[in-house]
């Protein structure tokens, strides 16, 4: 009788061990598979990151956020720009000095969090001296932006963005590029094909 008891009891360890070893199996798979979706989440993820210095380019990130539905994130300089430092006709204005020196890095209220959650980034500014502001070097090395897929958008009173997607291409490779685009007066159906068009 004693053996039988022992036998019965050996068997019921067994059986516990062979469902404990299962229920550890379906953990790992579900801890796996939550973490493959955490990490196709942290892929889909959409800043649009925008530089406006009267406005202009503001209004067009706002469509940018809406038809992506990425987060909206304004690049704030440290010291607000005046009308003086914008005017461009001026070679001592402040936006005239920092674009004649191509080490200028206009200081900015770093306050973005999480950038390792987004897969893409839009960044978007005016037109200045036919390229991009130097504020815009500033936010591109103040975040980590490796491996990350950025597209510039931008308002101009008459240039093209191709020189700041050629520069910034070769100055910060480890970026994948998608070469942007001057969106004046740009409309919601205009910014909708826009984004249906780029290849990310």
Known sequence: MKRFILTIAAMAMVLISCT?????????????NNTQNTQEEVKMKTLVAYFSATGT?????????EVT???????KPETPYTSADLDWTVKTSRSSVEMADK?????????????????????????????????INTFIEAYDLSG???????????????????????????????????????????????IESLSL
């Open 20 to 32: 404990e070893g299962k229920k550890s199996a379906q953990t790992d798979k579900t801890q796996e």
């Open 57 to 65: 380019t503001k209004a067009l990130a706002e469509k940018i956020s």
């Open 69 to 75: 539905g990425g987060d909206l994130y304004e690049i």
């Open 103 to 135: 080490a200028s890095r206009p200081a900015i209220q770093k306050d973005l969090e999480g950038t390792e959650n987004y897969g893409t980034i839009y960044i978007g500014f005016p037109v200045w001296w036919y390229t991009a502001p130097t504020i």
């Open 148 to 194: 990350k897929t950025v597209v510039f958008f931008a308002t101009s009173g008459g240039s093209t963005i191709d020189k700041a997607n050629a520069e910034f291409k070769t100055a910060y490779p480890n970026i994948k590029w998608v070469d942007g685009k001057v969106l004046n007066r740009a409309t919601l159906e205009d910014v909708k094909a826009w």
